[in-house]
């Protein structure tokens, strides 16, 4: 049962929202969270917020990767290998920011959460803060 007015609102954008929307919605709450912890790294309570932050960006890409492997997703296998290949970077830097924070490893995650947010909107996708896509993306 929803607490307040946002909750419900929340709650009936979840029921009503199509798959792909809801995807980049995710993905995009995800992005802004990281950005919010990267504006604020120097805040006494940033550790806790980064924490927050990496486990549930580091959950949406569960789901991703568990979605992805269903035997009834529809995408196309390159598709779903490239998104899997990804996830598993996601994955790897995610692991690398917990042991070693630093506020500049967050921006690939930043990026990698908003372009394919972009895509699953159908714009155009852009890197918004121009680091490139590792080498090791499209590596099968």
Do not use: C, H
């Not at 909750?7 to 979840?14: G, I, L, Q, S, T």
């Not at 959950?59 to 991703?64: D, I, K």
């Not at 598709?79 to 042991?99: C, G, H, P, Q």
């Amino acid at each position: 049962m929803p607490v307040n007015a946002l909750e419900a609102y929340r709650d009936v954008e979840k029921a009503t929202l199509p798959q792909r929307d809801l995807e980049a919605s995710v993905l995009t709450k995800a992005a802004m969270r990281l950005q919010s912890a990267r504006d604020s790294w120097s805040s006494a309570d940033n550790y806790a917020q980064l924490n927050d932050t990496l486990q549930y960006n580091q959950r949406l890409w569960t789901f991703f990767q568990a979605e992805l492997t269903t035997e009834d997703n529809p995408l196309p296998e390159e598709i779903k290998r490239n998104l899997l290949s990804l996830s598993l970077y996601v994955d790897r830097r995610t692991f690398e920011v917990m042991a070693y924070p630093a506020p500049e490893k967050l921006d690939i995650l930043i990026n990698i959460n908003l372009n394919i947010a972009a895509g699953l909107r159908g714009e155009t996708t852009r890197l918004t803060s121009g680091n490139p896509l590792p080498a090791s993306f499209g590596a099968r």
